[in-house]
């Protein structure tokens, strides 16, 4: 269940932590708007990393390869990548697997079993582009699941959702962020004893939003052998 906090709250609740209440001219609401933010970006991190223990935020983006061409633009909202998935056919697809640089040449060699006919795709993020090796030779399905860029506040009533009132370490950080301008150095002090906690707290319970599960030993045989991703496992192929 969403639990939608805007920003207009944020900013009384914010200024209420500082007791500025009533700043005026000294705090302009654009550069109170900046603030907020500004740490709405870093509570996002905090949020979003995690992939195991269940995921906030995720998105995913389909494009079709076409023959020859290696690199393709990714989406503009494009924070990190999770998984990607490659439609060999309507029926099967395989897990793309990251190559490292010191790879970009032995992994094109011609004996070797890599390609766009299966069982590996490999990858790599370059600025604002993905790359592939090897070159696609036809036109085939990609999927890339993500994690979007930490949402942006405009107008008083655009909201984020605040999950179970994790908002509390925005409104904290906004608030110290305030009182370091107004040179209220004891205030600062005190809330980032509070905000401190606050930080603790969503460390402790994001990872462990699918209580269900326990996450367990993961196989990294799988990452050096050439079948990674076979028919979607993660297991070394054959």
């Given at each position: 269940m969403s639990y939608p906090v805007s920003l207009q709250q944020i900013k009384i609740r914010a200024l209420q932590r500082a007791n500025l209440e009533g700043s005026g001219a000294?705090?302009?609401?654009?550069?109170?708007?900046?603030?907020?933010?500004?740490?709405?970006a870093e509570w996002y991190d905090i949020i979003r990393l995690t992939t195991f223990g269940g995921q906030y935020y995720r998105s995913d983006y389909s494009f079709n390869t076409v023959n020859?061409?290696?690199?393709?633009?990714?989406?503009?909202?494009?924070?990190?990548?999770?998984?990607?998935?490659?439609y060999i056919s309507t029926t099967w697809k395989v897990c793309m697997k990251a190559f490292q640089e010191e790879d970009?040449?032995?992994?094109?060699?011609?004996?070797?079993?890599?390609?766009?006919?299966?069982?590996?795709?490999?990858?790599?993020?370059?600025?604002?582009?993905?790359k592939f090796l090897t070159s696609p030779t036809a036109a085939y399905q990609v999927t890339l699941n993500y994690v979007p860029v930490a949402p942006v506040l405009a107008n008083a009533?655009?909201?984020i959702d605040s999950i179970n009132s994790f908002d509390e370490f925005i409104v904290i950080k906004t608030a110290?962020?305030?009182?370091?301008?107004?040179?209220?150095?004891?205030?600062?002090?005190?809330l980032r004893v509070d905000l401190e906690d606050q930080r603790q707290r969503l460390l402790g319970a994001v990872g462990?939003?699918?209580?269900?599960?326990?996450?367990t030993v993961h196989d990294l045989q799988g990452?050096?052998?050439?079948g990674y991703g076979f028919a979607g496992y993660g297991e070394g192929w054959p």
């Open positions: 000294f705090l302009p609401e654009r550069e109170l708007t900046d603030m907020v933010n500004t740490v709405i020859g061409g290696q690199s393709y633009p990714l989406p503009i909202d494009f924070l990190s990548l999770i998984s990607g998935d490659v970009r040449n032995s992994l094109t060699g011609p004996a070797l079993i890599v390609g766009w006919f299966g069982p590996q795709v490999w990858y790599q993020l370059q600025g604002q582009f993905i009533g655009d909201t110290i962020k305030a009182c370091i301008k107004a040179g209220m150095f004891d205030t600062v002090n005190a462990e939003r699918d209580t269900g599960i326990a996450e990452n050096t052998t050439m």
